[in-house]
């Protein structure tokens, strides 16, 4: 049975978000993991990837099937997971991709991405600020025939309708 992992919060918004949005996926997963970002707890506001990434290893580690369900800087948590550590996720979708980060912090999320060896939905708006749909769409399909795209019409970085979202993620997931 898979494991659904949701990563998702660096604000007090997110945090609510992503826990309404593993609940919308309760009847259809018993193993629901949220990981809550230890460095809103300590005098760091910034994440610590690396103490985020340990953590994630040992709740995920005797778990055969994984689904990871990343929100933005998260999906960068997610892109180490599955490089650095070697492990591969059955399925992975990833929302809002921060563009702004990997360009702005010089992520080299090109030499991840060419060695993802699952599959990956990305969701992303038209004209999100973190990266709009056909700026994602246009990198991202180079890495890999595994990649898929699923475009949100607006221009923020938000997405309230959990139940739509819910079913984009469902068929994709089959």
Not at 37 to 49: A, F, G, K, V
Not at 73 to 78: K, N, P, Q, T, V
Not at 133 to 141: A, G, Y
Request: hydrophobic letters at 40%; proline letters at 4%.
């Amino acid at each position: 049975m898979s494991k659904i992992v949701f990563l998702a919060w660096n604000h007090v918004h997110n945090k609510s978000w992503i826990h309404e949005l593993a609940y919308q996926f309760k009847k259809d997963f018993q193993n629901i993991y949220v990981q809550d970002y230890q460095h809103r707890w300590s005098e760091y506001p910034n994440i610590n990837l690396e103490e985020e990434l340990e953590i994630l290893i040992d709740e995920t580690q005797n778990d055969k099937e994984l689904i990871i369900i990343a929100k933005s800087m998260w999906s960068i948590l997610a892109l180490m997971f599955m490089i650095e550590k070697n492990i591969i996720p059955t399925k992975c979708v990833f929302m809002w991709f921060p563009m702004w980060f990997v360009d702005r912090e010089d992520f080299p999320y090109d030499e991840y991405l060419s060695q993802v060896k699952t599959s990956i939905l990305f969701i992303q708006k038209t004209n999100d600020p973190a990266g709009g749909f056909q700026e994602i769409k246009e990198t991202m399909s180079v890495f890999s025939d595994k990649f898929s795209f699923k475009e949100i019409p607006w221009s923020n970085h938000d997405y309230d309708n959990l139940p739509k979202l819910k079913k984009i993620i469902l068929e994709y997931l089959g």
